[in-house]
C-alpha cells in the first residue's frame, strides 16, 4: 500500500481527492508516528547531523562528477531544456531552492529511507551485509518506483541511481539529515539544469 499502491493510484488516476504530494505528506505523518511510537527506533537519527563532516568530501566529489554528467547529458540530447528554469523564471527557481528541500526531501527521507531501513531490518534473517545490501537495492527501487506519478520514463530512470546512493548514504549514516542533504543538492539542480521538465515543474 506504501511503496507500491500509492504511487499506482496517483499514476494511473484513481482518484482525484489525493494529489502526490499531499499522499507523501500523509505517508511521512503516518512513518514519523510509528517511528516515534516505536521504543527501538532511535531517535537521534531524525537530527543528528555529526556524520556529515567525514561524509562531506566524497559527497561533494560525487556532485561535481553528477554535475558534469548531466550538464553534459542535457546540452547533447536536451539543449532547450538546459538551464531553462532560472533563465525563464528565476523567482520560482530561488522558491524552489529554498522550499524543495523542506517540504519534499524531508518526507521522502523519511519514508524510503529513515521508516524503510528500521521497519523492514528484522524480516531480513541473513548476514548484516546482505541485508545492508538488500534494503540498499529496496530503498533505491522503491524510491524510483514512486516517480512513475510523473508518467514519463526519464523521471524514474534519474530517480534510481539516485535513490541507491541515498540509501548508502543513510545506511552509512544513520542520519536523515546527511541523507536529505545529498538528495536536495541534487533534486535542486536538476530543477537547475532543466530537468524539472520531467518531475512537473514545466
Same mark, same amino acid.
Given at each position: 500500500?506504501?511503496?507500491?499502491?500509492?504511487?499506482?493510484?496517483?499514476?494511473?488516476?484513481?482518484?482525484?481527492?489525493?494529489?502526490?504530494?499531499?499522499?507523501?505528506? #500523509?505517508?511521512? $505523518?503516518?512513518?514519523?508516528? @510509528? %517511528?516515534?511510537?516505536? +521504543?527501538?527506533? /532511535?531517535? =537521534?537519527?531524525?537530527?543528528?547531523?555529526?556524520?556529515?563532516?567525514?561524509?562531506?568530501?566524497?559527497?561533494?566529489?560525487?556532485?561535481?562528477?553528477?554535475?558534469?554528467?548531466?550538464?553534459? #547529458?542535457?546540452? $547533447?540530447?536536451?539543449?532547450? @531544456? %538546459?538551464?531553462?528554469? +532560472?533563465?525563464? /523564471?528565476? =523567482?520560482?527557481?530561488?522558491?524552489?531552492?529554498?522550499?524543495?528541500?523542506?517540504?519534499?526531501?524531508?518526507?521522502?527521507?523519511?519514508?524510503?529511507?529513515?521508516?524503510?531501513?528500521?521497519?523492514?531490518?528484522?524480516?531480513?534473517?541473513?548476514?548484516?551485509?546482505?541485508?545492508?545490501?538488500?534494503?540498499?537495492?529496496?530503498?533505491?527501487?522503491?524510491?524510483?518506483?514512486?516517480?512513475?506519478?510523473?508518467?514519463?520514463?526519464?523521471?524514474?530512470?534519474?530517480?534510481?541511481?539516485?535513490?541507491?546512493?541515498?540509501?548508502?548514504?543513510?545506511?552509512?549514516?544513520?542520519?536523515?539529515?546527511?541523507?536529505?542533504?545529498?538528495?536536495?543538492?541534487?533534486?535542486?539542480?536538476?530543477?537547475?539544469?532543466?530537468?524539472?521538465?520531467?518531475?512537473?515543474?514545466?
Amino acid at each position: 500500500m506504501l511503496y507500491i499502491g500509492g504511487p499506482l493510484v496517483i499514476c494511473m488516476r484513481l482518484t482525484s481527492r489525493v494529489n502526490a504530494f499531499e499522499m507523501l505528506w #500523509l505517508a511521512a $505523518a503516518i512513518c514519523l508516528v @510509528l %517511528l516515534l511510537k516505536d +521504543p527501538t527506533f /532511535d531517535r =537521534r537519527q531524525l537530527w543528528d547531523a555529526a556524520p556529515l563532516r567525514p561524509q562531506l568530501p566524497q559527497i561533494l566529489a560525487l556532485f561535481a562528477a553528477g554535475v558534469a554528467t548531466l550538464t553534459a #547529458l542535457v546540452h $547533447a540530447y536536451a539543449p532547450r @531544456l %538546459l538551464f531553462g528554469l +532560472p533563465r525563464r /523564471d528565476p =523567482r520560482m527557481w530561488a522558491l524552489i531552492l529554498i522550499s524543495y528541500p523542506i517540504l519534499s526531501v524531508l518526507p521522502q527521507t523519511l519514508v524510503y529511507r529513515v521508516f524503510l531501513f528500521h521497519r523492514y531490518r528484522p524480516l531480513l534473517r541473513m548476514a548484516p551485509n546482505q541485508r545492508a545490501a538488500v534494503l540498499i537495492v529496496v530503498s533505491g527501487v522503491a524510491f524510483c518506483f514512486s516517480h512513475i506519478v510523473f508518467r514519463n520514463w526519464v523521471a524514474p530512470a534519474l530517480t534510481l541511481p539516485g535513490g541507491l546512493l541515498f540509501a548508502t548514504r543513510y545506511h552509512n549514516t544513520r542520519s536523515l539529515c546527511v541523507s536529505s542533504l545529498e538528495h536536495a543538492l541534487y533534486g535542486c539542480f536538476l530543477f537547475s539544469v532543466g530537468l524539472g521538465h520531467y518531475f512537473g515543474m514545466l
